[in-house]
């Protein structure tokens, strides 16, 4: 038996069977090897953490040493394990003995690890998890693992909700579009939000779910945690830079790239307030940042009559659809040219390019990847998403957000003609 020949089954949730397609682990290359023994590990975790919140809903109680227990573990863990266990003897190293050592393993670095794993420079410092909880890697790494499943993750749950909900509340796919683009916004403009603009949401979007209630109170009640409030009016210490609220004794927020300081907001109640969970924060909040930099930086600049612009087409296809109007005949309907950018604000260069794909409908004559300054200039970053993206999707160009935004304008401004 050799390495390849260990099985991939598709778990309980189908999780391990679309790593396939993702990997092609015939891959000569071992880079990719690697890097799926990362994503299975990381799968594994991400399903042993969400058992765990299961039985504690159901019990009350969550033991770690529930891990020790084999016929717990999920198939992408094991077949991770095998993948790795093969390496560790293949390089003439003892391999982890067993689970519970492996799970003590992906505390450290990769860097401190015996077996050198191919991974890029970036990812080589990080960990699977920090503490108990998964690192961003891991999470990265997870989602490629999960991606056509169904979603553990709470950000992937509230996309999906927060798809139904616009859907539900149109008629038309224009309306549905536009009802898209407003909650995604609304999810990256507020991190804490009053009951009172809850009911405000609940009268814009009024279609029902099975309770009877608008259902976009799913929405709600999937990306926020609800906290009671006594009181008429709630203070809420946050960043002055990205908004996210701030733990009583911290001053910096931790959101990657933000150099904002603590403030205080007033948010007036009837008796209740909602915090957004972390991985909505992190995934949909903080990710979003960059998209909606982008749309109000070129809206700021150029008018609706040079360029069109579409957050979120298709609902998100990708990130921005910018169509150059014709300045004869500045119909949208009938741009003269139109370019599509998809922001990402990754921890991994890597899995940001192995998990990559470019979604061409609506159709652009220019694509390309956008990056938060913050990530260019993390040492080796572009080069090592570049390397990773190489030969996998051609004709999308790797950019930063300050060339896209002066290449957007000098390319308006070429067309209009100097104007
Ligand atoms: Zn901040």
């Not at 293949?90 to 991974?119: H, I, K, M, S, Y």
């Not at 009837?270 to 982008?294: K, S």
Request: aromatic residues 8%.
């Amino acid at each position: 038996m050799t390495a390849s020949d260990v099985s991939l089954e598709a778990d309980d949730r189908g999780g391990a069977g679309s790593l396939q397609e993702t990997f092609s682990p015939s891959d000569p290359t071992n880079t990719t090897g690697d890097y799926l023994i990362v994503t299975l590990l990381s799968t594994g975790l991400a399903q042993i953490k969400a058992n765990q919140v299961r039985r504690d809903t159901d019990r009350g109680v969550v033991s770690t040493r529930q891990l020790s227990r084999p016929e717990l573990l999920p198939a992408p863990w094991r077949a991770g394990f095998t993948r790795l266990w093969w390496r560790f003897l293949q390089a003439g190293l003892v391999p982890p003995e067993d689970d519970l050592t492996l799970f003590e393993l992906c505390r450290a670095p990769f860097v401190e690890w015996d077996l050198p794993l191919e991974l890029s420079d970036t990812d080589r410092e990080a960990s699977l998890l920090d503490g108990d909880e998964l690192s961003e890697l891991a999470r990265e790494a997870a989602k490629l693992g999960v991606r056509d499943a169904e979603a553990d993750f709470v950000e992937e749950q509230s996309f999906a909700v927060l798809k139904a909900v616009a859907a539900m509340n149109a008629t038309t796919d224009e309306q549905a579009q536009a009802n898209y683009e407003l909650l995604r916004r609304f999810l990256i403009d507020h991190t804490v939000i009053s009951d009172k603009q809850v009911r405000d949401l609940m009268r814009r979007f009024p279609a029902p779910g099975a309770s009877g209630q608008p259902y976009v109170q799913s929405l709600i009640d999937t990306a926020y945690e609800r906290h009671h409030s006594p009181a008429p009016t709630v203070t809420v210490r946050c960043c002055g830079g990205c908004g996210n609220p701030l733990a009583v004794d911290s001053t910096s927020c931790g959101t990657a790239g933000c150099t904002g300081t603590a403030t205080t907001r007033e948010l007036r109640v009837f008796d209740a307030y909602f915090v957004q969970h972390r991985g909505v924060r992190r995934y949909i909040h903080d990710a979003g940042l960059l998209e909606v930099r982008l749309y109000d930086t070129l809206r700021a600049e150029l008018s609706e009559r040079v360029v069109f612009l579409q957050p979120w087409p298709g609902r998100d296809a990708f990130d921005l659809l910018v169509a150059f109007l014709d300045p004869a005949d500045p119909d949208p309907r009938r741009p003269v040219e139109v370019w599509g950018a998809d922001g990402k604000d990754h921890a991994s260069p890597s899995l940001l390019a192995i998990g990559f794909r470019w979604k061409h409908n609506p159709r652009c004559d220019r694509r390309f990847l956008v990056l938060p300054m913050h990530r260019v200039r993390q040492l080796g970053y572009v080069r090592d998403l570049e390397t990773e993206l190489e030969g996998r999707d051609n004709g999308v160009k790797v950019i930063d957000e300050e060339e896209f935004v002066r290449r957007v304008i000098a390319r308006a401004r070429q067309i209009g003609g100097g104007a």
